[in-house]
């Protein structure tokens, strides 16, 4: 399917969570972009999507979505976290980011 790639797709509210992460530096747009130049068509990692349940490491060059995510917001070993873990990273770091703003 051209592995990594950047793609416009509807995404309605009744089928997908939608997380908004706060980037008041500009970083995470930085990041992202930096992370989609270094990866761009790399292949799809089924195996390492796999692992997340069995506990495997993820091949080099390839990428699952949630692992991908990870990648762009710094985690260390984003292989390691689940679609259900990065969601829960996510929230964190938008209530982190709300309480920010507050103080």
Same mark, same amino acid.
């Given at each position: 399917?051209? =592995?990594?790639?950047?793609?416009?797709? *509807?995404?309605?509210?009744?089928?997908?969570?939608?997380?908004?992460?706060?980037?008041?530096?500009?970083?995470?747009?930085?990041?992202?972009?930096?992370?989609?130049?270094?990866t761009q068509g790399q292949r799809?990692?089924?195996? =390492?999507?796999?692992?997340?349940?069995?506990?495997?490491?993820?091949?080099?060059?390839?990428?699952?979505?949630?692992?991908?995510? =990870?990648?762009?917001?710094?985690?260390?070993? *984003?292989?390691?976290?689940? *679609?259900?873990?990065?969601?829960?990273?996510?929230?964190s770091l938008k209530n982190k =980011?709300?309480?920010d703003e507050n103080d």
């Open positions: 399917d051209g =592995g990594v790639r950047c793609k416009t797709m *509807p995404l309605p509210s009744e089928k997908w969570d939608l997380i908004e992460l706060p980037d008041s530096s500009g970083s995470l747009k930085t990041n992202l972009a930096a992370v989609f130049a270094q799809y990692d089924l195996a =390492g999507a796999l692992g997340v349940v069995f506990k495997t490491r993820q091949r080099s060059g390839r990428w699952f979505c949630s692992e991908w995510c =990870g990648q762009v917001l710094g985690l260390s070993e *984003p292989w390691r976290f689940s *679609p259900n873990d990065l969601a829960v990273i996510a929230r =980011g709300a309480a």
